[in-house]
């Protein structure tokens, strides 16, 4: 007679996962961490809430009340009067117009030149390094120099851009510049991408330096163009650099005030036709002396902005994750 002796379940069963207990040396490690990550970022921390949080806090404040700039009158909680009232205001609306027109026709036309020139003295050419600088010499020139000379360069009469334009033109083209509503824009347009383009240039340099030059090898042992490897090898690699330099643009050209204020012949000249959001909070604030109603239009200005600014940040990510 045989016997079958059964195992018990608490003998055939293995015995439970113990839980790891961390060292205590890896705690007190990663609070030192902690602390000193802390200890790092509080300057910068400390520095955006006193020169961009704070400031912002309080145009919302007094976005909200009749505040004048030296006036007896008493300040009082008007709401959103403020903003009832610049939204009703027809130049309001010209000066936004204007802005996103500026940086609707700016950003890709600068950024593209940029890339051009970059590609252009990132090539082995004789005198590279002299392009070089003379391509970036306008970003150390002051916005304010620059638009006094080109204020001269682009005279009616007597301006050099003019002179060229009527000898190749045989005189049929002379436009009036500043003087004019439909040239004022392009005029200031002009002025702008020539100041700019060198900055977006130099970045638009340090990315094809970083691209890998075996890529472009095995573009042309494959057979690829000129343009194919442009296509294909430079465009890839500088996807990180290009949406930067678009952000940047685009904050550089929300921002347009030094040339509608220097170049026609009254700030936002002629018939408001170069009128800009800065401008048009400067008017209201020191001119006007309506504090309470300019603070409203930096704080419409500013949430524009941020707004733009994260959909550029938005689509980034999304063509970086479909690929």
């Known amino acids: 007679m045989s016997h079958t002796t059964l195992a018990s379940p608490a003998q055939g069963a293995e015995p439970p996962p113990t839980t790891a207990v961390p060292p205590r040396t890896t705690t007190k490690a990663s609070r030192r961490g902690r602390l000193a990550a802390a200890l790092f970022s509080a300057p910068a921390v400390l520095l955006l809430a006193l020169f961009l949080i704070f400031p912002f806090v309080s145009a919302v404040v007094l976005s909200l009340t009749n505040q004048r700039l030296s006036s007896p009158l008493p300040v009082e909680f008007t709401g959103l009067e ?29 950024t593209a030149a940029a890339l051009a020139l970059a590609v252009l003295v990132n090539r ?90 075996s890529l472009y090898e095995a573009a042309r042992v494959d057979g690829a163009n000129a343009w194919q490897q442009f296509r294909h090898v430079t465009l890839p690699g500088l996807r990180n650099t290009l949406v930067f330099v678009i ?40 001119t006007r002396r309506m504090i309470g109603q300019a603070s409203a239009i930096a704080v419409v200005f500013f949430l524009f902005v941020l707004v733009v600014t994260l959909v550029q940040r938005r689509l980034g990510r999304e063509e970086r994750a479909v690929r």
């Not at 100041?195 to 970045?203: A, D, L, S, T």
């Open 82 to 110: 403020n903003y009832q009232r610049i939204f009703t205001d027809p130049e309001f609306w010209r000066s936004f117009g204007n802005n996103t027109l500026f940086a609707v026709i700016v950003v890709p036309v600068q």
């Open 124 to 213: 082995r050419l004789p005198l590279r390094l002299f392009f070089r600088t003379v391509y970036f010499l306008p970003t150390v020139t002051v916005m304010a120099v620059a638009a006094v000379v080109w204020k001269v360069l682009l005279l009616p009469d007597s301006g050099l851009v003019n002179g060229v334009l009527g000898t190749l033109s045989f005189g049929h083209l002379q436009p009036g510049w500043l003087s004019s509503t439909s040239w004022a824009m392009p005029a200031i347009v002009l002025t702008s991408v020539w100041q700019g383009v060198g900055f977006q240039m130099v970045i638009f340099l340090a990315g094809l330096q970083a691209i890998p030059a």
């Open 247 to 286: 952000n940047v643009t685009a904050i550089f050209a929300f921002r347009l005030f030094d040339q509608v204020y220097m170049m026609p012949q009254f700030p936002g000249g002629p018939t408001d036709s170069t009128r800009t959001m800065m401008l048009q909070l400067l008017q209201t604030g020191y």
